[in-house]
Nanobody, 124 residues
Framework: HVQLVESGGGLVQAGGSLNLSCAAT????????LGWFRQAPGKEREGVAV????????AYAESVKGRFIISRDNAKNTLYLRMDSLKPDDTAMYYC??????????????????WGQGTQVTVS
């Protein structure tokens, strides 16, 4: 059983920064791919960034490249998302997600099995 708990969301002005965290508990040693996704009101959930647990390989959505950085601390079972130069279009509920197959580590929602409850990010 896996639990993912996000934190760090909030209200920020355009151009500002936020740091999101996601703490994983349970059978975390099988979570070989970790990711951040977001969903704005009236829109489908979309991938933001993913990272492989062992090798640290990353992939980003085009809309966040150069502004967001995903990272992980395996010793702490924690996933991070550093968000800079935030725009109003970044406003959304941000979700942490995980799955077991590093070979399928990409920003596709359907590839992920475990999800957190989300943390709201609002950019004014």
């Amino acid at each position: 059983h896996v639990q993912l708990v996000e934190s760090g969301g909030g209200l920020v002005q355009a151009g500002g920064s936020l740091n999101l965290s996601c703490a994983a508990t349970g059978k975390t040693n099988v979570l070989n791919c970790l990711g951040w996704f977001r969903q704005a009101p009236g829109k489908e959930r979309e991938g933001v960034a993913v990272i492989t647990r062992i090798h640290g390989g990353t992939a980003y959505a085009e809309s966040v490249k150069g502004r967001f950085i995903i990272s992980r601390d395996n010793a702490k079972n924690t996933l991070y998302l550093r968000m800079d130069s935030l725009k109003p279009d970044d406003t959304a509920m941000y979700y942490c997600a995980a799955q077991n197959d590093e070979r399928r580590c990409s920003i596709f929602v359907a590839h992920f099995d475990y999800w957190g409850q989300g943390t709201q990010v609002t950019v004014s």
